[in-house]
């Protein structure tokens, strides 16, 4: 997936979401992250062509999206938070209509088998919940579509084990994405480029191997043994260290630690912080 | 050349796919209404007795009933299901994978919703003997629909009912207290006033003509709600087509 912005700026008002903004990517599963009201989801709905920039230009794939909407939309597929559906049909009258209408043409990657919404089938749309209503959207979005996906927290409100399942199935297709998360674990299971946005400007950005650097670490702690070692940031019992693996390695065998890994977003996440 | 005509071809027969896709999803998820069903039969037996009655005019009872009543209610009710949120919106437009499609099935699908109405009707004033009334009525209907999904996409929605209860129960009274007042004062309406009046209020407006106030006949009426109902359904694709949302 190839993305261009130039001088990016986007302004409700007297509020700036996005801040002369300079991208050039090219990289198949980008995630973004950020705080709430970074701008990670004004980005995505510009890149979807939902929005017009205040200033400056941006290019998806070669195309401009706000511009080119129709055909951004036969070369994209997105998602962005519905909170609840109003309409009275079942899951399964709807399931029926995206058979029939997208008929999987070849080109076409049948990301999502419709079993993924088997257990919801006889529910009415407008009965789902906050999590339900999530899967029903993702399903929207990568059933028989084809081309890159734009995701806005595809996986909130969905359980551990139903988005593990559905981040298998994402990286099983081989589709491109650019996906938002605000969980730095999911966020390294799904993508292999990043970018950290902060009050409308790109604050890092940088692949997996930038992440992961040698010396710093993630710790996962024993609340019943507090460590003796510095900590640079604290997220409950997961702390941000820097140490060597060996002392780690005695910590850990001492039981004043669970387990350790290099630290890979959260680290990212106190640093631009 | 040939490539192009080619290509032409393609994106024209696929716009046409998603558009009975989107009317298809329309239809499933809009359809039926058994509130406006029932709505629809309370209203039609409201105008059948503004026939039955007999200590008015029977043909005012029935413009009466069917302009201020009857058009303004099966308009509102059919038309509300349109109020829909942004996110809703960009829900349907990856689910139907066109923008037009999305705005012209939308509006299609409101139109094919008046059908049982206007059925009903077709038999109603075949048996009133006045097709051109029954005409009025469908015009009416179209074009209060054109703007009903054209005021659907103001962003806020309080907004977009006040423009809407505007149109449907609000201009026509004040079209008739200006038929009225010009009426009691025996004052003939020229064509313009008469077109604008036959916009807001086209049945009591036809009500009038051939008593030297309205001079305009009503065919030239059906071409003003025609002429306006166009407008209005291509300022709402073209609005439509490039409205932002902010998710």
């Not at chain 1, 205040?54 to 129709?70: H, L, M, V, W």
């Not at chain 1, 009258?93 to 999502?112: A, H, W």
């Not at chain 2, 505007?166 to 313009?192: D, E, G, H, K, R």
């Not at chain 2, 036959?198 to 036809?206: C, H, M």
Request: with cysteine.
């Amino acid at each position: 997936m190839q993305i261009r912005c130039r001088g990016l700026q986007v302004s409700f008002g007297d509020s700036v979401a996005l801040h002369k903004l300079d991208l050039d990517i090219n990289a198949k599963r980008i995630v973004l992250l950020g705080q709430n009201g970074s701008g990670k989801t004004t980005l995505l709905a510009l890149l979807a062509g939902l929005l017009r920039p205040t200033e400056g230009e941006a290019f998806i794939n070669g195309i401009c999206p706000y511009d080119e909407r129709e055909r951004s939309i036969e070369e994209l597929s997105y998602m962005f938070g519905v909170s609840r559906f109003p309409y009275g049909i079942r899951v399964k009258d709807f399931v029926q209509f995206l058979q029939k209408s997208r008929k999987c043409e070849s080109g076409s990657i049948q990301t999502f088998d419709h079993e993924i919404l088997e257990h919801i089938m006889k529910k009415k749309m407008n009965e789902l919940s906050s999590g339900e209503t999530k899967l029903v959207e993702v399903f929207n979005a990568v059933y028989c579509t084809k081309g890159a996906l734009i995701l806005d927290e595809p996986f909130a409100f969905l359980d551990a084990l139903r988005s593990a399942e559905l981040i298998d199935r994402l990286l099983k297709s081989g589709r491109e994405y650019i996906f938002s998360t605000h969980i730095p674990d999911e966020a390294e299971a799904v993508g292999d480029y990043f970018i950290v946005l902060d009050k409308g400007e790109v604050k890092w950005s940088g692949s997996l191997d930038d992440i992961y650097q040698d010396g710093i670490f993630e710790v996962y702690l024993n609340s019943r043994n507090p460590p003796s070692f510095d900590i640079i940031f604290r997220y409950g019992n997961i702390a941000i260290v820097k140490s060597k693996k060996e002392s780690l390695n005695d910590s850990m065998e001492n039981g004043q630690i669970l387990g350790f890994r290099r630290a890979g977003i959260r680290r990212v996440y106190y640093e631009t912080k | 050349m040939g490539r192009y005509l080619d290509s032409d071809a393609q994106e024209s027969g696929g716009y046409i796919t998603k558009l009975s896709n989107s009317l298809r999803w329309y239809f499933k998820e809009s359809f039926p209404h058994p509130q406006t069903e029932i709505l629809l039969i309370i209203l039609i037996s409201i105008q059948y007795l503004s026939i039955n009655d007999r200590f008015v005019d029977p043909a005012s009872g029935i413009y009466l009933v069917s302009q201020f009543l009857v058009i303004p209610s099966v308009v509102l009710f059919n038309g509300l299901v349109y109020f829909k949120d942004e996110e809703i919106t960009t829900f349907e437009i990856t689910l139907i994978g066109n923008w037009k499609s999305v705005a012209e099935g939308r509006f299609l699908s409101l139109l094919l919703s008046f059908l049982p109405f206007v059925l009903v009707e077709l038999v109603f004033f075949h048996f009133f003997s006045s097709f051109i009334v029954f005409l009025l009525i469908v015009m009416s209907i179209v074009m209060n629909s054109a703007v009903v999904m054209l005021a659907s996409l103001v962003p806020n929605k309080s907004g977009a009912l006040m423009v809407t209860l505007a149109t449907v129960f609000l201009l026509p009274l004040s079209s008739f207290v200006v038929l009225q007042s010009y009426s009691s004062l025996s004052i003939t309406i020229s064509p313009a006033m008469s077109a604008v009046l036959y916009l807001f209020s086209p049945l009591l407006t036809d009500s009038l003509y051939n008593s030297q106030v309205v001079i305009l006949s009503p065919d030239w009426g059906l071409v003003v709600l025609g002429v306006f109902a166009i407008i209005a359904w291509f300022l709402y694709v073209l609005s439509f087509r490039r409205q932002q949302f902010k998710p």
